[in-house]
């Protein structure tokens, strides 16, 4: 099993960009965090590919931050997971930019996970938590 976690604010997945003579390209922002989560795996496993040929078993826990603004109470609530992030960015996107991320990387190709586990939640120190392991 390998666990890495990525500090700050998670970013979701954007969208594809076109310049006008029509050539998609990828946001800098999306780039950038794909890039920081390949560059935090390669950290711990010395420039592998984790898993080629095997079934995986993925959980990942995306942690916001919390608004500025929020009281006290609802601060308390939100590190306690009893108020939960029901605001976009959707998860989904959330995952697709850690999977990108993460594609021949961690594992030859995505198709390889076969148990997938992701949340969100709150928190005063953000961050993307995730762990990988062969089932």
Same mark, same amino acid.
């Given at each position: 099993?390998?666990?890495?976690?990525?500090?700050? +604010?998670?970013?979701?997945?954007?969208?594809p960009r076109?310049?006008?003579?029509?050539?998609? @390209?990828?946001? /800098?922002?999306?780039?950038? /965090?794909?890039? /920081?989560? /390949?560059?935090?795996?390669?950290?711990i496993t010395?420039?592998n590919i984790?898993?080629? +040929?095997?079934?995986?078993?993925?959980?990942?826990?995306? !942690?916001?931050?919390?608004?500025?603004?929020?009281?006290?109470?609802?601060?308390?609530?939100?590190?306690?997971?009893?108020?939960?992030?029901?605001?976009?960015?959707?998860? &989904?996107? @959330?995952?697709?930019?850690?999977? &990108?991320?993460?594609?021949?990387?961690?594992?030859?190709? &995505? +198709?390889?996970?076969? &148990?997938?586990?992701?949340?969100?939640? !709150?928190?005063? +120190?953000?961050?993307?938590?995730?762990?990988?392991?062969?089932?």
């Amino acid at each position: 099993m390998a666990k890495i976690i990525i500090e700050g +604010n998670p970013v979701a997945k954007g969208r594809p960009r076109f310049t006008k003579r029509g050539f998609a @390209y990828t946001p /800098a922002k999306t780039k950038s /965090a794909e890039e /920081a989560i /390949a560059w935090a795996w390669k950290e711990i496993t010395k420039n592998n590919i984790y898993l080629e +040929n095997k079934p995986i078993r993925l959980h990942i826990d995306f !942690y916001r931050e919390i608004p500025k603004s929020t009281s006290k109470k609802r601060k308390i609530m939100m590190e306690n997971k009893e108020i939960l992030p029901t605001v976009k960015p959707d998860i &989904d996107n @959330y995952l697709k930019l850690v999977l &990108d991320g993460l594609n021949g990387i961690a594992y030859k190709d &995505d +198709n390889l996970i076969c &148990d997938l586990r992701t949340r969100k939640f !709150y928190s005063e +120190n953000p961050r993307i938590e995730i762990e990988m392991s062969e089932i």
